[in-house]
């Protein structure tokens, strides 16, 4: 089965693309605050669209800022959109601050998107945490994520794997900001599966930090096999290194996310999604 087949764009995704043709063309770059949900969210988007843009979604505490080294290169192949989350700075809920779901913040990024004149198809890129975005926003809007690139991941599974390794490893955040921030509790399994373009980015240098020269070879073991995982979520699914970085890889090796960024973007292009 073609991939095309396999992962169609709905109807109403072709024509939003087709009708913003000539203004997302001639759209120049931008940066402003945009209010959705009483909140006034920061985006900034850089070149001119060829086919599906480009949405980087940044890790936990993340901003706009941490694609500065890998943006402005993918905006040369089509336009590339980075933005702020707005709880980001406001800490959790022993600050007396309810942190956003999952959800809620894929919700604020689609009324962002729209409000800010940036229709689907998206390739969404997410660091850290926004890997699980990215995730949970293609089940949300299956019709409008032709592919994703996943830098350094986390896992929905990883906070009771890594706990089973090291109980003190994950600490300085509430049971209850983890499972809204959609890590899922002890035992309980990622069910997600997504026939787009897909790269998975590991960091190539160690991480684990646990004190225990064994935990953390286990700790690193347990990595790469929740990366193997989610390159098995599609049948493009490939995994690919970041020999020269820890976990920050925007910043530590931006060449490894800019190529994996452009190979999807080839991959879809290939297969007809979302291209023009």
């Not at 072709?14 to 605050?33: M, Q, V, Y």
């Not at 986390?154 to 089973?164: D, G, L, N, P, V």
């Not at 929740?226 to 020999?243: C, E, H, I, P, T």
Request: proline content about 7%.
């Amino acid at each position: 089965m073609s991939f095309a087949a396999s992962k169609s764009l709905a109807a109403p995704v072709l024509i939003s693309l087709f009708t913003c043709s000539l203004a997302c063309r001639s759209n120049p770059d931008f940066a402003k605050r945009i209010p959705v949900d009483g909140e006034n969210i920061f985006i900034r988007c850089k070149g001119v669209r060829h086919g599906p843009v480009v949405v980087f979604e940044a890790g936990s505490g993340g901003t706009a800022d941490d694609w500065q080294l890998v943006q402005p290169t993918v905006a040369h192949r089509t336009q590339a959109c980075s933005y702020t989350r707005p709880d980001v700075g406001r800490g959790g809920s022993r600050n007396g601050y309810v942190i956003p779901t999952e959800d809620d913040i894929v919700r604020q990024l689609h009324a962002l998107l729209a409000k800010a004149g940036v229709p689907p198809p998206y390739v969404i890129v997410g660091h850290s945490y926004g890997g699980m975005l990215a995730r949970r926003y293609s089940t949300a809007f299956p019709s409008e994520v032709v592919g994703m690139v996943f830098v350094d991941s986390a896992h929905e599974e990883s906070i009771w794997r890594f706990r089973a390794i090291a109980p003190h490893s994950i600490h300085g955040i509430s049971e209850s900001d983890l499972l809204r921030q959609g890590f899922l509790p002890p035992g309980q399994t990622l069910n997600w599966h997504d026939d787009v373009p897909l790269v998975v980015i590991e960091h190539g240098l160690p991480v684990a930090d646990t004190g225990d020269l064994y935990k953390n070879a286990a700790m690193e073991r347990e990595m790469d096999a929740l990366d193997l995982d989610l390159v098995r979520r599609s049948r493009y699914g490939r995994l690919v290194w970041a020999k020269h970085s820890h976990h920050n890889v925007p910043f530590d090796d931006p060449e490894v996310v800019i190529r994996a960024t452009n190979d999807v973007l080839d991959e879809v292009r290939r297969h007809g999604a979302g291209a023009k």
